[in-house]
């Protein structure tokens, strides 16, 4: 039988911790999920510390988005245990805005009881679209939107920050200023952050930790001992970056 339990890891789990502390922001023990007999995650285990950044990396159809999914409450079909913040978030690549609401209350949506605009204009003030507060989605840019829907997932003051592959649709220039903002709103906020990217350039740049999910299991774990900010053209950064493309079987 399955056995999917989301809520709070422990008593004031939902505080969020430096990168350094003790206390698990995730708890995955013996996750699998199936489709049509076929196990898209398969007897997973998992531990995510709380205020750390960790990417997780993988070929198409090994599983991320599943896993992702399952962590933040879309996906209960599930066997195994999942324990997660009950304050959690989710940015997919598409924005998902709602066209005929004005992007301040596309940042409310969802959100329980009559939220005041104040809440929505302060999350966007802090992703830098504090002058789009009243524009429609169909007038904003490509990084606009996106960081609409970055705002949309930080209104809810998120312990867990779950980032499906959210710079995978802009272009070079754009998605390298999305990345600087995630990692500055990470550095403000101090959540747990689980960002799934095809990029390993993007990993490296942002991660305390770089997983490799394989056959619907975490196949690599490895921390990322580079000072911030980092640069591609750093040795430790060539070496780590050729590390992951060789355990995703590129090199």
């Not at 430096?18 to 023990?29: D, E, F, L, Q, Y």
């Not at 997919?92 to 609401?101: D, G, I, V, Y």
Request: hydrophobic share 45%; with cysteine.
């Amino acid at each position: 039988m399955a056995t999917d339990v989301h809520g709070p890891v422990a008593p004031g789990a939902a505080t969020a911790a430096p990168a350094s502390a003790a206390s698990a922001a995730v708890r995955v023990t013996g996750l699998t999920r199936s489709f049509d007999g076929r196990a898209v995650i398969d007897r997973l285990d998992l531990t995510l510390r709380a205020g750390e950044f960790t990417v997780l990396l993988g070929r198409s159809g090994c599983g991320k988005s599943t896993l992702l999914r399952v962590l933040a409450g879309l996906d209960r079909e599930i066997e195994g245990e999942v324990l997660v913040p009950q304050r959690r978030a989710v940015a997919f690549q598409a924005p998902r805005l709602m066209p005929w609401k004005r992007v301040w209350r596309n940042v409310l949506l969802g959100l329980p009881g009559r939220p005041a605009r104040e809440h929505a204009e302060r999350a966007l003030a802090e992703v830098g679209l504090e002058h789009r507060t009243d524009a429609w989605p169909k007038t904003l840019s490509g990084g606009e939107a996106q960081r609409a829907s970055l705002a949309r997932a930080l209104v809810r003051e998120p312990d867990l920050l779950l980032l499906d592959e959210p710079f995978g649709a802009l272009d070079a220039l754009t998605r390298i200023k999305a990345q600087q903002l995630v990692a500055r709103l990470w550095q403000r906020r101090g959540c747990a952050v689980l960002l799934v990217t095809h990029d390993v350039d993007e990993a490296v740049l942002l991660a305390d930790r770089v997983l490799v999910m394989d056959g619907g299991r975490i196949a690599y774990d490895t921390q990322v001992p580079l000072e911030r900010p980092r640069e591609v053209g750093d040795p430790g950064f060539a070496a780590l970056r050729n590390r992951l493309l060789a355990e995703l079987g590129v090199l």
